[in-house]
T-cell receptor, first 114, second 111 residues
Framework: NAGVTQTPKFQVLKTGQSMTLQCAQD?????MSWYRQDPGMGLRLIHY???????DQGEVPNGYNVSRSTTEDFPLRLLSAAPSQTSVYFC?????????????FGPGTRLLVL | GNSVTQMEGPVTLSEEAFLTINCTYT??????LFWYVQYPGEGLQLLLK?????DKGSNKGFEATYRKETTSFHLEKGSVQVSDSAVYFC??????????FGKGTRLSVIA
């Protein structure tokens, strides 16, 4: 199993550009989520999904869109990048029900918005 | 709402020193509690967890006990190694709500 994979590993964008961060998992996990990690802020939840076709907002959803058309994939879209979105982005997945279940994290995507 | 408070870092220790990283929580219901570790340049990985009061999670010499009376889940290790240098995150999950993380504590262990 590859686990949770994320692409790209590193990206530089100009303000106003759009892009999609890819996340895929091969563990048949129903629950997937996106976090951003900023210095001194820990991890903050952006969006999450409890299964294909179902998504919900987290703590910091503004400026990001997600969709979940398959169990395996959960892409994160930046519609119009802003410098405030410079961060490291982590995707995670788990079995249904976050209570007690281990979250498996991808290696992260480092995004720089100029 | 649910929240986690953990001690601010960075924490710098000499090899073989005793480690404690404090974590307290606020939650509705009966949460599960976790410690995740992030090694340099990597994603987070589960270190240990406890799903009910008085449970002790343990892994790689690390331990944490779920204390409902003090709403705490402090991480301890008796003798740290240079390879333990990482960022440690306390987290909780309650019901089916998403995982809530603390801000992380950076540990540096020097030889």
């Amino acid at each position: 199993n590859a686990g949770v994979t994320q692409t790209p590993k590193f990206q530089v964008l100009k303000t106003g550009q759009s892009m999609t961060l890819q996340c895929a998992q091969d563990m048949n996990h129903e629950y997937m989520s996106w976090y951003r990690q900023d210095p001194g802020m820990g991890l903050r939840l952006i969006h999450y999904s409890v299964g294909a076709g179902i998504t919900d907002q987290g703590e910091v959803p503004n400026g990001y869109n997600v969709s979940r058309s398959t169990t395996e994939d959960f892409p994160l879209r930046l519609l119009s990048a802003a410098p405030s979105q410079t961060s490291v982005y982590f995707c995670a997945s788990s079995l249904p029900g976050t209570r007690g279940e281990t979250q498996y994290f991808g290696p992260g995507t480092r995004l720089l918005v100029l | 709402g649910n929240s986690v408070t953990q001690m601010e870092g960075p924490v710098t220790l000499s090899e073989e020193a005793f480690l404690t990283i404090n974590c307290t929580y606020t939650a509705t219901g009966y949460p599960s509690l976790f410690w995740y570790v992030q090694y340099p340049g990597e994603g987070l990985q589960l270190l240990l967890k406890a799903t009910k009061a008085d449970d002790k999670g343990s892994n790689k010499g690390f331990e944490a006990t779920y204390r409902k009376e003090t709403t705490s889940f402090h991480l301890e290790k008796g003798s740290v190694q240079v390879s333990d240098s990482a960022v440690y995150f306390c987290a909780l999950a309650s019901g089916n709500t998403p995982l809530v993380f603390g801000k992380g504590t950076r540990l540096s262990v020097i030889a």
